[in-house]
């Protein structure tokens, strides 16, 4: 059947100060039943929509902005059901920013407030979530049955000081004044059909969803591990997760824990950095240069997706017509069963000195559907 695809809208404001973060609800676990569809379809996508204004009184002081201020402003996305638990699992916005402009091939949109503003200045961005593969063997095996599970969201802001500070000045303002989150999703909508034999041994077409029954789920995680020294072969305390996940691609980023910028002196400061993924002492990737690495990425995502201080190692590396899609997820790296692992990333890195380094680690990556989310539906 042809496709029909619906959007909905929830939408949360708060207002935060420089003073103190504030959580938009609702929380992680808590079903939002305002806005969301569900039941008999499928969710393609999740926009999310992240927008306000900044006020400015300068008060005779000069404004200063930060660069990616309103992705630094997210410091973390949860998006689920209560069924499939987190599929985006508290990314902040960067990251999942960086991450969605090699995934999914998408420009991304950001809108930061002005250098030049005195009173008061907007901010935006615009984050799309794919929740279906086309590297899969299938592309319904990702999409997001709504059957009966509930949709959550919850987003965990920041301060004013992730978009600038005024310095000098006699009682200075510089606040987060507004703030709006607003969710859309599009849906391919059911009944689906299949066909089979009548009564009369004749084929026709009767409804059938569980004709295009998802096996897996996206799932994007990150965690962050902050450098104290500098080291050859530095190894990623604890390792990497495994044993419930299929790794589509793994992102290594160079950033700030306290500010959440990007950063480019932490690895790859010295032409010789290398790096190493082994999986039960089995190299994946073999002592390569964090430097090569890097530079197959910009040449084959361009330079502006890849900025200096991240590097990409592809399990699913694009194709090469163009399209920027290459082997399914079948040939991916499945580590959802295998017993006891060892899975390790060892690095050369360099502390600076400066700031709180730290890399951030991410992954773009599949889930089997927990048994509750695992829904049939009658014909």
Not at 48 to 60: D, E, P, Y
Not at 154 to 182: K, M, Q, Y
Not at 299 to 318: L, Q, R, W
Request: overall charge negative; aromatic content about 8%.
């Amino acid at each position: 059947m042809p496709e029909i695809t619906i959007r909905s809208t929830v939408q949360n404001q708060a207002v935060v100060t420089s003073s103190a973060p504030v959580t938009v609800s609702p929380p992680s676990f808590t079903p939002v039943t305002t806005g969301w569809q569900v039941g008999n379809l499928f969710m393609k996508y999740l926009v999310l929509r992240i927008s306000g204004t900044i006020s400015v009184t300068l008060g005779g002081g000069t404004l200063s902005v930060n660069q990616d201020g309103i992705l630094r402003f997210i410091k973390g996305l949860i998006f689920g059901t209560d069924l499939h638990q987190n599929l985006v699992d508290n990314v902040d916005g960067l990251t999942l920013y960086r991450m969605l402009a090699v995934s999914a091939r998408q420009n991304g949109y950001e809108v930061d407030i002005s250098s030049t503003i005195t009173s008061s200045g907007n901010f935006e961005a615009l984050i799309k979530i794919p929740m279906f593969n086309s590297n899969a063997l299938r592309a319904e095996d990702t999409v997001l049955d709504l059957n009966r599970a509930q949709p959550y969201i919850r987003g965990v802001w920041g301060t004013a000081s992730d978009f600038g500070s005024i310095s000098g000045g006699t009682s200075p303002v510089f606040e987060v004044s507004a703030l709006n989150l607003e969710v859309s999703m599009s849906y391919i909508r059911g009944p689906f059909v299949t066909t089979k034999a009548g009564p009369n041994g004749a084929m026709q077409t009767v409804p059938n969803i569980n004709a295009v029954k998802p096996n897996f789920m996206p799932y994007w995680f990150n965690q962050q591990v902050v450098i104290n020294s500098t080291a050859k072969q530095f190894q990623i305390p604890g390792g990497l997760p495994y044993g419930d996940r299929i790794y589509k691609k793994l992102f290594i980023m160079q950033r700030d824990a306290s500010t959440l910028a990007e950063r480019s002196d932490i690895v790859g400061v010295n032409d010789q950095d290398r790096l190493t993924l082994s999986l039960n002492g089995i190299n994946i990737v073999d002592n390569e240069e964090w430097l090569s690495i890097q530079h197959k990425n910009q040449n084959e995502y361009g330079n502006a997706t890849i900025p200096a201080g991240m590097i990409v190692i592809d399990f699913d590396e694009p194709s090469n017509d163009g399209t920027g899609y290459g082997a399914r997820l079948a040939d991916a790296l499945n580590l959802i069963e295998g017993g006891q692992l060892t899975f390790n990333l060892k690095i050369d890195v360099t502390n600076p000195g400066t700031g709180s380094p730290a890399l951030f680690i991410a992954g773009d990556c599949v889930k089997a559907i927990p048994p509750a989310a695992q829904t049939t539906r009658a014909e």
